[in-house]
Structures are given as structure tokens and as C-alpha cells.
């Protein structure tokens, strides 16, 4: 069964099973729209008033800056570092920004009570869980945003600085450097969901451990796929490939080898990330909807 | 909503179905990352030590640590330790393996600076041999990149003397994008060295097609020179005599530059003189020049005169 | 008040079972109560009885073990029925980085108001709730008694025909609890059906219509307070300037019980003799303060209430 095949058969129960059920999901969305949207907004102005993000994003802005620093190195290596470094960086601090953003929204609100209030009204729980998801979107969007600003400033900069010495091969590659940070984003979003997921269902503690290790094991899919393909017997095989579709397909975003090695970026890999992440989304969030639809606050 | 939740289940299987060919096609256009059979693996972070690159060398962040310890590398250069430069950079290129100037660097490493540290003959052919081996690891990594074909060309060329095999590599560099005028002269050089006319004159008719654009200063030069060395071996490529005189002018002109004269392994024409260095036919018992005694190939150390380290 | 049921609670029974009480806890058994609209119906009891638990049911947040509740005849999963509900949690927390205008704008528009109208009713409920001057406060650097009134002023923001208030006059000083008894009453006066749990026993007699008795997870009584307090069983006469001799001489008189440090008390069917009593105080150079018929207090009916409980289940 080729992997097309398998995508059509996908696609197939996915019409039939929307098409069953259009009259309960499109007055569903459209009631939607409107809560989540507010739901999100709130969530936003809550996070820009506590300081702690911005902190931390102050925090970045420095380190990127302080890695223009590696003067004695060659322009051409100089490069490379910076990009590298930079796009890292972004990955490193995004992700712990996602990880400490998303395992609170939705437990912090339990244990505060302030979810009391909302329930109350006509929202429905999957409305919260999908605002509070779209709301820390929005937040991370801002922060990625700032600090690839940042770094394509530093390596303008940096370019200016060099590019009249002789045989400079500084190259700052910024629309490689655009696309990876943009891919990375999309990376912090999928894990974002996962952990909105968790949080569900456990405490913030929990969730915060659980989270670094789904980063880790996401960040190993290669050696996982490698693993599977490899696996000595059927048992194994299988557990390893059911680890492999549970497991958030983290390197599938990551470009950061490709454009910090001026490699040839596969936009259509870009595009095909996308894809499989926002399948991946959908159904987590939609596992997370079931879940707190079914707790008792 | 009756069967809600298994409406839902049944979504969210169609769903990951749908995900399957996305990712299929991310397998195939990422083999670097994803093909099961790929050469260069993330080196285990065991090997590395407890440092920050092993910590950073875990889930995602292998080039970042390929970067730590290639600075970590830059610092043990300054600091003399060749020995040690070794297993960093082989972990640089291991985490990395898009890393060219690394891979330029460890082959080169290798094949130049051990080489020429070494003391014996076997260990001297150790070292380029495994300069070589790296290299062709580095080609093997990066299929696409003209330089580090170049570059295990001209280790092959320089320094191993093997001009076929280094014919070769600047033959496949010259065919990729980005490739120098002068990797296309090199190529048609190596046929020039052991005087294979058979393969020299087709070379540089090949050479005389590259690089035509008279806007650029570059190839204007390149057809200045291919177009002068054509001419000149079209005019003396049947004559014996001519040859020795250019082996003799090559020679001369490396004398000049004090860069050690090399033994030709496969030389089907001259042996060197230990003495004053120039050549003489191959077979002769004295030196057609000094008369020193000549020794038999088998029997000759490394060249000695002129040598320096580089 | 008219006969309308808007909320109907029937066999409402909720254990929670965990893995270490696989018995489970029963915080809610068999409860049935009705609130009829425009009435005031307020659910009394011990900590730990179940009323928070049963609040909660009723609006959803947690699920029964067995029952059913229906508000205005449906259930509170219909979205259309939280349109017509408000309410205050306990101990309500607000998004402490607002405000009170922020918080109301934004309760508001969960409701789908225009930003117009979400202007105008921000206004009004904060000018109810008397929060105009505090308007611009963060709900952080509120008073206890200023985040009461504005959690009162998010419940109110739709307009709700119901309103379920869960102890609304917790931790709130005497001036505190003093105004959002104004408050529940203003309310009550604007034809509103109040579900109120308390345990503050004075501000429920001052409110409410009915009153459920809610003791180990069950209605122990209800009813109105005249029902549940019964008919006066005494008459009381407080004097002053009355001595000890005088006091034998009152205590003498035909229907009084019994006179102590200056009050007499006589049966309450000896009403004929109470002239008789008062002029002979009044000749024994006492003098008359007040004379009344008192009902037992909602905290008397209370106690009794849980005693009985307690022994009919012994």
C-alpha cells in the first residue's frame, strides 16, 4: 500500500465522516469563531502584562547580539556561526517559552478559578481549550517574529561590516534564514498543542517534565525512523513505529543545517512539514477538546 | 450527537492517514536527515565527553556542537596540539557532515601536516591515504559540492601524485555549479604531469569549451592560458625531446619555489637524480646530468632536497 | 414570584471515587430542590454539605453520579440557557492583570455584544455595583470587598434571569457583606430568581424566600421562614427599673414563665393576662421597653434541623 494510497483512504474517511456530520460542526465553528477569538485576545493581553515573556525575550535580543563577537573567526565561518547560533538560539528559547506558556494556560485557570467564570457563560469547553491554543500562537508568533528581526539585523550588520575586506564570503543567506525561523515557528506551534494536550490531563508539574522529554524524543525522530526501519524483530518494529506516528515530528522543521551550510532548501519539504503538522495539530487538539470536555473543574 | 466520540475517532484516524504522504515525500526529499542508508550518522555524544557539545549534540542541536568544537578545534590549532586536532575534527564532521571547510580541513590535516610530520615512508603513505579516505568521505556525504571534490582532487594531484584518480574528481567538480575556471585546467594539468597525451589533448579541447563568457575577467584568462597551452601541445605533442625539456622547466620552476621534488610512482619515462634533483631516463645507471650513481627505483627513500614543512 | 419552575433538580447524587477511596465519598445524596422564578431560594449548610458541589453540577462544571438538573426546562449543556444564567463562584478570581472596565468588556464580548453596547452595560454595572470610581483599579490591587462587587458585576453582565451566587459575602467585613445584601436585594426588587448558598445565616433571613437545609450532601428541611421557624411560642416583655421583690410579685401573675435580669417571659396563649402583666409593672415602678412575639431564629431552625438529622440517622 503505497503512502499515497494511504493519504487517499485519510482523505476519504475524513470527507465521508465531515459530510455525516456537517449539521453538528458548522453551526459549531460558527459559534466558535467569535469565543475563541476573544478567548485568545484575553490570553494575549494577559501575557503581554506579565513581564516574565518579555524578560525573557530581552534576554535573547542580548545573547543574539553577543554572538557577533566571534570576530577572529573567518567572514565565512563567521557566518555560518552566526546563522547557526542564532537560529538555535530562536529554536532553544522558543521552545521553552512554549513549553512554560502552554503547560500553565490551561491548569493555571483551574487552579485560580478564573475558568469558573467562563464555563459559565456560553462558551463551550473545546471553544476555551482552542482559544487558549490560538492565543499562545499568536503570543510565540510575536516572539519568533522579534527575535528573527533581531538576528537578521545582526546579520545585516555583521555583512556591512565585512563585505570590503578582500575575499569576504560572509553570506548571511536571509531568505534561508527567514524560511528555517518560519519552519521553526510551525515546530513550536505542533509541540505547543502536544503539551496543551498534557495539560489537560495532568498537573503543571507534570506537564513541564513530560514536555522536555516529547521535545527530546520529537528532536530524535530521524533516529527513531532509523530505528524502526532497522528493528530485529516485529514487536519491536511495531512499538517503534507507533512511537514514531505519536511522536511529534519535530525534524521535519528543521532547516537549520541546510541554510546555515548554503545547502539547497527544499520549499516543497517546507510545505509537506506543514502539512503533516497540521494533521498532527488538529488531532491533538481535538484529543485535548475530548479530554477537558470530560474533566470535572 | 449519538456515537459522538467515535465520529470523532474515526476523524482524527482519517486524519493521521492523510499525514502519511506529506511525510513519505519528506523522507525521500530530505535523505541527508531521513534515509535509513545514509553514511554519516550523529557521532554518539558519548564519544564527545561531558561538555556543553554533548549537551547540545542531543536531540536537534548537532550543529551547534559541530560548531562548539570546531571553535574548541580553532583553539587547539593555536595552541600546536596537531594530535588532538584529530578526533575533534572527526566529531565536527561526524555531527556535520555539511561542514565543508571542516572536512577541507581534517583531509588537508592529514594528508599535508601529519604527512609531513611523519618520519618512515609507511607512515608518511598512512597519512595520505587517510587524508585521502576522508575526503572521499566528505565527497560521499555532500554529492553536490564542487569543493570538497576539488579538494580531494587536488590532495591526489599534490600531494599523492596520482594524477588519474585526481583527473578524475576535477573532472566530476568541474561538471557542478559554482566550479572555478581553474579546477578545468587542473583537469587537463593531471594528463599534462604524466605526459598521457592520449588524454591530454581531448582535455583540453573540453577545456576550450568551458568558461566562454568574455564578460568575465576570469574566463577571458582562462581562454588566454587554455588557448596558449593548446597551442603549444598541439605543436609538441609528438615530440620526445620537448618533453623532457617541459619535465625539466616544471622541475626548475619548483626548484625555484624550494617546494621538494617528488618521486612520479608511475612514471613511465624518468627517475630523479638524489643528487642534483633533475631527471634523467628511466633505466639510466648514472645521472645524464651530475653522473652521480643512480639507484634503482625500489631502493629510493623520500626526496630530500628542498624540503620543507609546510 | 409566580409558579414557574426555572430550576429543577431531581435525585441529584454525586460520589467521588478515586483510586484511593474506591468506596467512594458521597457529597451529594439524592438531593431534589426547585426554584420557582422570582423568588429567592438560598441552600444553607455546614462546610462540607454538598452545596458548592451541587452549584457546581448545576452549572456543568462537574458531572452527578445519577439525576438530573434542568434550568428554564433544559439542560445546562444547551448554550442557550447560559445565556439566561449568571454567576458568582466563590472566592471569585478574576484575570488579576485587568481591570474592572478590561474584565466587563471582555465577559461582555462572550456574549457576542456590540462594542457599543458592551460600552454602555460596562457602565451600568459598575455604577451598580459601585465600582465607577475604581473602574481603572487592576483587579490584583482590589480589595476583597471591591473584587466581590466586580465578580457580581461579570455575572450580571448578560442580564441573566438566574443568578447563582456561591457565598457571595465570604470574607467581606461587616461593611461588606452589609452592602452586597443591598446589592442581592436590589437585584431581587428587578424581579430576578436568586439561587444563593451561604453560610452566613443572618444575610439569608434577610434575602431570601425559601431556604434549604443542606446537611451530608441532602435537604434535611426547607421551606419557607415562617415554615421552617413555626409560629412564636412565647410572649416577651422587656422592662427595666424592675428589683428582685417586684420581680417574685410579676413572676406571681397568672401566664408568665419566668422572670430574669428584667425579662418576662409568658405563654404564648395567655395573651388575655398581658395587661394585667403590664400594669403590674407598671405599678411595681418598672418601667415597659418592648413587648414581642420572636420567632426561632434561622440559626435555632438550623441547629435543630442537623440534631434531628443526626438522631434520626442514629
Known sequence: ?297 | MRHGKALLGLLMVGILLQTVAPQESIHKARPALFDPNRKTKPVSAISIGPTPAMIAALGGFRTVAADLLWLQAERVWDGGSWWALLPLLDAVTQLDPHFILAWQVYGWHAAYNMHAESETVIDRRYWLARGANILEQAVEANPDNWEIRFELGWTLYDRAHEKKRAAEYFYQADQMPGAKSYVTRLYYRCYEGILDIKDLMPALEYAKKRHTDLAKSDDVQHQVIVNRDYEWWMKHKDDPLEHRRQIVIENTARAQRSVPFYLYPDDPYWDVCPICGLPSKKGSEVCEVCGAPLKAPSQRGPATRGEKKT | MNDEIVLQVEGLTKIYRSLFTPVGVKAVDNLNLSVRRGETYSIVGPNGSGKTTTLKIILGLIFPTAGSTTIFGSSIADLSVRDRIGFLPEDAYLYDVFNGEELLDFYAGLFGYPRSRRRQLVDELLTLVGMQANRKVPFRECSKGMRQRLALAQALVNDPELLILDEPTSGLDPAGRHQMTRLILELKKRGKTILLCSHFLAEVEEVCDRVGIMYRGGVVAEGSLSELAGEPTEIVITTSGVGEAQAAVIAAQPGVLSVSDGVVRMTKESGDQLWPVLETIHQAGGRVVEVSRPRPSLQDVFVRAIRQDTVEEA
Open chain 1, 1 to 297: 500500500m503505497t503512502p499515497q494510497l494511504i493519504s487517499l483512504i485519510g482523505a476519504v474517511v475524513v470527507v465521508v465522516t465531515l459530510a455525516l456530520t456537517r449539521r453538528v460542526w458548522a453551526p459549531a465553528i460558527v459559534h466558535a469563531i467569535p469565543s475563541v477569538w476573544r478567548i485568545a485576545k484575553i490570553t494575549v493581553a494577559e501575557a503581554r502584562r506579565r513581564r516574565v515573556l518579555q524578560a525573557v525575550v530581552v534576554l535573547v535580543v542580548l545573547i543574539l547580539f553577543s554572538m557577533t563577537f566571534f570576530s577572529y573567526l573567518s567572514p565565512g565561518e563567521q557566518s555560518r556561526m552566526l546563522i547557526n547560533g542564532g537560529l538555535s538560539a530562536i529554536t532553544v528559547f522558543g521552545i521553552l517559552l512554549a513549553i512554560f506558556l502552554a503547560a500553565f494556560l490551561i491548569p493555571q485557570e483551574l487552579e485560580t478559578r478564573t475558568v469558573y467564570a467562563i464555563l459559565a457563560k456560553p462558551v463551550k469547553r473545546f471553544e476555551f481549550v482552542l482559544g487558549k491554543y490560538v492565543g499562545a500562537l499568536i503570543i510565540l508568533a510575536i516572539i519568533v517574529a522579534v527575535m528573527t528581526a533581531v538576528l537578521v539585523l545582526v546579520l545585516v550588520l555583521q555583512d556591512a561590516m565585512v563585505k570590503d575586506l578582500p575575499d569576504s564570503t560572509f553570506n548571511p543567506n536571509l531568505e534561508g534564514v527567514l524560511f528555517a525561523a518560519l519552519m521553526n515557528y510551525f515546530a513550536i506551534a505542533v509541540l505547543t498543542g502536544l503539551i496543551m494536550l498534557i495539560s489537560t490531563v495532568s498537573s503543571t508539574t507534570m506537564t513541564v517534565i513530560s514536555s522536555f522529554i516529547i521535545w527530546a524524543v520529537g528532536s530524535l525522530q530521524s533516529t527513531i525512523h532509523d530505528l524502526a526501519e532497522h528493528a530485529d524483530t516485529a514487536a519491536t518494529k511495531l512499538l517503534l513505529q507507533v512511537l514514531y506516528v505519536v511522536v511529534p515530528k519535530l525534524e521535519n522543521f528543521d532547516f537549520r543545517n541546510e541554510v546555515s551550510n548554503y545547502l539547497h532548501v527544499s520549499y516543497m519539504s517546507g510545505w509537506d512539514a506543514l502539512l503533516q503538522g497540521l494533521g498532527y495539530t488538529i488531532v491533538v487538539l481535538i484529543l485535548a477538546s475530548i479530554f477537558f470536555n470530560d474533566r470535572q473543574v
